[in-house]
């Protein structure tokens, strides 16, 4: 257990935590919009899931990680479509739609994975992953520079969102409007603004920002697609946004507080310690029960996600 202490091992397990959080901030922050607009989009595993394999898909075959990366984000966006028709033009109940959009992306994708041959297990397929990008100046900072600034592109991108998304929604006109759609929807008919739109734009985010979540979990950090590659990540998204407040800097930091419990199991796995390694990959969905009991008596949800909005006749 003493090994767990080196200081080249605790500085591996926090550049692998602020990596591994990156696309759950991603998911996550879209997850965010989307509620502040009134949509719960409880599809985001079956985005993720289907961003996952276009990403690895279309990096195989033009073996560009930013093409896949890019491709898995619009895959996601394609799949929100479904979901925007569904909840926002048709009212349907948006938890039943999500349940139903991930069996649909979860069988799409395991059919497509036999189609094109992947499940043969004859040859081995593997793709170029992002390259690490070293910031001058910043990563030769003692400690913080290996942890925070040897990441690649998608990282960084990571963390500027959360700047931007914060921005957009307490510094800006349309933040204002979204965050209204989420707390009295009619508020914003009233004043003539199209209510539709609004969460159109919204969940069309959500599931951008969830399809590049997913292909940073093949062509951003692994050789390979299996499937069930998500894991359950979309569903800890849904929580990490309850855990941090519906607020873009708390997420941030519940997201990492997760990354940072899957980076230790991960690191205690590769050194060899004798420990039921189960324990640790179920300790961060305990912590997440945890998060969401704790965070009932201050929730800042937004009071009309979840319900769709019809407009009164007079």
């Given at each position: 257990m003493i090994e767990l202490l080196s200081e080249g091992i605790i500085i591996s397990i926090l550049a692998a935590t602020i990596r591994i959080a990156s696309p759950l901030i991603l998911a996550a922050l879209g997850e965010l919009i989307c509620e502040r607009g009134g949509v719960v989009n409880l599809s985001i595993e079956g985005m993720m899931y289907m961003g996952a394999?276009?990403?690895?898909?279309?990096?195989?075959?033009?073996?560009?990680?930013?093409?896949?990366?890019?491709?898995?984000?619009?895959?996601?966006?394609?799949?929100?479509?479904?979901?925007?028709?569904?909840?926002?033009?048709?009212?349907?109940?948006?938890?039943?739609?999500?349940?139903?959009?991930?069996?649909?992306?979860?069988?799409?994708?395991?059919?497509?994975?036999?189609?094109?041959?992947?499940?043969?297990?004859?040859?081995?397929?593997?793709?170029?992953?992002?390259?690490?990008?070293?910031?001058?100046?910043?990563?030769?900072?003692?400690?913080?520079?290996?942890?925070?600034?040897?990441?690649?592109?998608?990282?960084?991108?990571?963390?500027?969102?959360?700047?931007?998304?914060?921005?957009?929604?307490?510094?800006?006109?349309?933040?204002?409007?979204?965050?209204?759609?989420?707390?009295?929807?009619?508020?914003?008919?009233?004043?003539?603004?199209?209510?539709?739109?609004?969460?159109?734009?919204?969940?069309?985010?959500?599931?951008?920002?969830?399809?590049?979540?997913?292909?940073?979990?093949?062509?951003?950090?692994?050789?390979?697609?299996?499937?069930?590659?998500?894991?359950?990540r979309g569903w800890l998204v849904i929580v990490i946004v309850i855990a941090g407040n519906w607020n873009p800097k708390l997420i941030m930091m519940a997201a990492m507080l997760f990354a940072l419990l899957d980076a230790f199991q991960l690191h205690v796995q590769a050194i060899g310690i004798n420990f039921p390694y189960q324990i640790l990959l179920a300790l961060p969905y305990v912590v997440a029960i945890l998060a969401v009991m704790f965070s009932r008596s201050k929730s800042n949800a937004p009071a009309h996600a979840g319900i769709p909005y019809i407009r009164e006749c007079s």
């Open positions: 394999f276009v990403g690895f898909f279309i990096t195989w075959k033009t073996e560009s990680p930013i093409t896949g990366i890019l491709a898995g984000a619009v895959s996601g966006m394609l799949v929100s479509l479904i979901m925007a028709f569904m909840v926002v033009t048709l009212k349907l109940k948006q938890f039943v739609t999500g349940l139903a959009i991930n069996l649909l992306s979860a069988g799409l994708v395991v059919f497509w994975y036999r189609l094109f041959g992947l499940s043969s297990g004859k040859d081995v397929i593997s793709i170029k992953i992002l390259q690490t990008i070293k910031i001058p100046f910043l990563s030769e900072i003692p400690y913080l520079g290996k942890i925070a600034f040897e990441q690649n592109i998608v990282t960084y991108f990571t963390y500027l969102m959360v700047l931007v998304v914060w921005y957009f929604l307490y510094r800006t006109k349309f933040g204002l409007e979204l965050r209204c759609l989420g707390e009295n929807p009619a508020s914003i008919d009233m004043k003539g603004l199209r209510v539709e739109i609004r969460q159109y734009c919204a969940v069309l985010f959500g599931g951008l920002m969830a399809g590049m979540a997913g292909a940073f979990l093949s062509a951003g950090s692994s050789f390979r697609f299996v499937p069930g590659m998500t894991a359950g």
